[in-house]
T-cell receptor, first 115, second 113 residues
Framework: KQEVTQIPAALSVPEGENLVLNCSFT??????LQWFRQDPGKGLTSLLL?????REQTSGRLNASLDKSSGRSTLYIAASQPGDSATYLC??????????????FGAGTRLAVHP | KAGVTQTPRYLIKTRGQQVTLSCSPI?????VSWYQQTPGQGLQFLFE???????NKGNFPGRFSGRQFSNSRSEMNVSTLELGDSALYLC????????????FGPGTRLTVT
């Protein structure tokens, strides 16, 4: 059974710091891994998608890496800003018995960036 | 291109009632998945539909059901509501039947009293 763990559960940093969020999963048989951001009471915003054959993806100040063999992914945020404050969720797509779209989520990392 | 839309955004129901939530995927997307988010359990997969067929189902009781229409719009239904069904219900859409990026709607906040 796939399980996803995110460390740390919460993080508070001053503006401008570079930071790393960690995600680990127990079963390496995944199709892809997706990082999301969630603001309080809102839906999920997709940040980055890494296919199982890829090692990393970049978008602006965000860089996500994937090491499928060790069951790990990291999300690197450069030069953090107060607007980055949100909960960051990691989800692996292991598919299901009938198809390809079944995400298993970690509990998230709650990030606070203070001025 | 419009994003995933969900209606209604907020609902208050009484124990024992039933509720229907609606999701309209991004135009051209044929896969629709539903998730339940609660403070205690986090985000949990409910089910996924593709071309009007349920392909995957999570570990939820039979009170939770869904369907998908020919235009890819989807509905989920919860019968005999319980207090524990209070949650944010999120819908996600994806383009094809392979593992593409999933896009989430704003969710429906269901409160059961």
């Amino acid at each position: 059974k796939q399980e996803v763990t995110q460390i740390p559960a919460a993080l508070s940093v001053p503006e401008g710091e570079n930071l790393v969020l960690n995600c680990s999963f127990t079963d390496s048989a995944i199709y892809n891994l997706q990082w999301f951001r969630q603001d309080p009471g809102k839906g999920l915003t997709s940040l980055l998608l890494i296919q199982s054959s890829q090692r990393e993806q970049t978008s602006g100040r965000l860089n996500a890496s994937l090491d499928k063999s060790s069951g790990r992914s990291t999300l690197y945020i450069a030069a953090s800003q107060p607007g980055d404050s949100a909960t960051y969720l990691c989800a692996v797509n292991s598919g299901g018995s009938g198809g390809y779209n079944k995400l298993i989520f970690g509990a998230g990392t709650r990030l606070a960036v203070h001025p | 291109k419009a994003g995933v839309t969900q209606t209604p955004r907020y609902l208050i129901k009484t124990r024992g009632q039933q509720v229907t939530l609606s999701c309209s995927p991004i135009s051209g997307h044929r896969s629709v998945s539903w998730y339940q988010q609660t403070p205690g359990q986090g985000l949990q997969f409910l089910f996924e539909y593709f071309s009007e067929t349920q392909r995957n189902k999570g570990n939820f009781p039979g009170r939770f059901s869904g369907r998908q229409f020919s235009n890819s719009r989807s509905e989920m239904n919860v019968s005999t509501l319980e207090l524990g069904d209070s949650a944010l219900y999120l819908c996600a859409s994806s383009w094809m039947d392979t593992a593409y990026e999933q896009y989430f709607g704003p969710g429906t906040r269901l409160t059961v009293t």
